[in-house]
């Protein structure tokens, strides 16, 4: 199989406040993971690309500084959404990249910022 | 940059089949994926092809490839309340981030 999980599935935070959001693949070693973000009714946005062991690559638009990633271990990479405000609520999907470039997707995790 | 086209709807009555196409600009792509997203949920990988395959066929979904024309579709037999989700047509060259088109919204009339 391969299995990736995330945790929370749903967070209710405050604005200004931080959130961090876990990627962990369950039956696999992942050397790369993406983390992509879902508005309403429309398709997946890259955010970046978490190798473990090294610095994410941000695409292009999207705050270093405001989501921090971390890819502590080959099973596990942090979305860490700092300061949050209202205009971050959305669905942050994160996928696993296996051997053989299959991606797998967590369920993700629904942020609402109030 | 690269593009991946899918058309927004699509409506099938239960027991017919569903087909779903896509197209993509990427000439470099090597791998085609279908992911299926049911409400409140991430993606499930349906099916994947590589690019030097013209046909794949799981059960009861059938993925062809026709690669000069940079159409990718995807096959559902005997459609069930149970398939209606969106499906997303994705391709990457390997080793990169995907690339997703929009999504198709299935609908499945019982």
């Known amino acids: 199989g391969a299995v990736v999980s995330q945790h929370p599935s749903w967070v209710i935070c405050k604005s200004g406040t931080s959130v961090k959001i876990e990627c962990r693949s369950l039956?696999?070693?992942?050397?790369?993971m993406f983390w992509y973000r879902q508005f309403p009714k429309q398709s997946l946005m890259l955010m970046a690309t978490?190798?473990?062991?090294?610095?994410?690559?941000?695409e292009q638009g999207v705050e270093k500084d405001k989501f921090l990633i971390n890819h502590a271990s080959l099973t596990l990479s942090t979305l860490t959404v700092t300061s949050a405000h209202p205009e971050d609520s959305s669905f942050y999907i994160c996928?696993?990249?296996?051997?053989?470039?299959?991606?797998?997707f967590g369920p993700g995790t629904r942020l609402t910022v109030t | 940059g690269e593009d991946v086209e899918q058309s927004l709807f699509l409506s099938v009555r239960e027991g017919d089949s569903s087909v779903i196409n896509c197209t993509y600009t990427?000439?470099?792509?090597?791998?085609l994926y279908w992911y299926k997203q049911e409400p409140g949920a991430g993606l499930q990988l349906l099916t994947y092809?590589?690019?030097?395959?013209d046909m794949k066929q799981d059960q009861r979904l059938t993925v062809l490839l026709n690669k000069k024309d940079k159409h990718l579709s995807l096959r559902i037999a005997d459609t069930q309340t149970g398939d209606s989700a969106i499906y997303f047509c994705?391709?990457?060259?390997?080793?990169?981030?995907?690339?997703f088109g929009k999504g198709t919204r299935l609908s499945v009339i019982a």
């Open positions: 039956d696999f070693q992942a050397t790369t």
């Open positions: 990427d000439s470099s792509s090597t791998y």
């Open positions: 092809i590589f690019s030097n395959m």
């Open positions: 994705a391709e990457n060259e390997g080793n990169t981030p995907l690339v």
């Open positions: 996928s696993a990249q296996k051997q053989g470039n299959e991606q797998y």
């Open positions: 978490s190798n473990e062991g090294s610095k994410a690559t941000y």
